[in-house]
Nanobody, 124 residues
Framework: QVQLVESGGGSVQAGDSLRVSCAAS???????MAWFRQAPGKEREGVAG???????MYADSVKGRFTISRDNDKNTLLLQMNNLKDEDTAIYYC???????????????????WGQGTQVTVSS
């Protein structure tokens, strides 16, 4: 069992940067982890994932703008978001599954632990 608590969301202007964090109650090195987001009226989608072996994966819509990383000392998963766009507006969720993931890190299916989410709003 692991508890995940997101923080760092907020309201920003298009083109700004924001970093969201996910504090875990266990060492993040034990888990395959990812960030998902859900915009109003849309399905929850995978944004960025990181496996235990260091492999990362990004949705096409955020490649080159978002960076996922782990801070093992602080048991925290991070998502650095640069050059934010209106369409990035959503609730951002942290997800984790014990052990390693398969090839895709952006599917909901393997993840068994979820945070409550943090709102990110981008306006132009």
């Amino acid at each position: 069992q692991v508890q995940l608590v997101e923080s760092g969301g907020g309201s920003v202007q298009a083109g700004d940067s924001l970093r969201v964090s996910c504090a875990a109650s266990n060492p993040v090195s034990w888990y395959c982890m990812a960030w998902f987001r859900q915009a109003p009226g849309k399905e929850r989608e995978g944004v960025a994932g990181t496996n235990r072996d260091g492999r990362t994966m990004y949705a096409d819509s955020v490649k080159g703008r978002f960076t996922i990383s782990r801070d093992n000392d602080k048991n925290t998963l991070l998502l650095q978001m640069n050059n934010l766009k209106d369409e990035d507006t959503a609730i951002y969720y942290c997800a984790a599954v014990f052990g390693s993931c398969g090839w895709s890190l952006l599917e909901r299916n393997p993840y068994t632990y979820w945070g409550q989410g943090t709102q990110v709003t981008v306006s132009s």
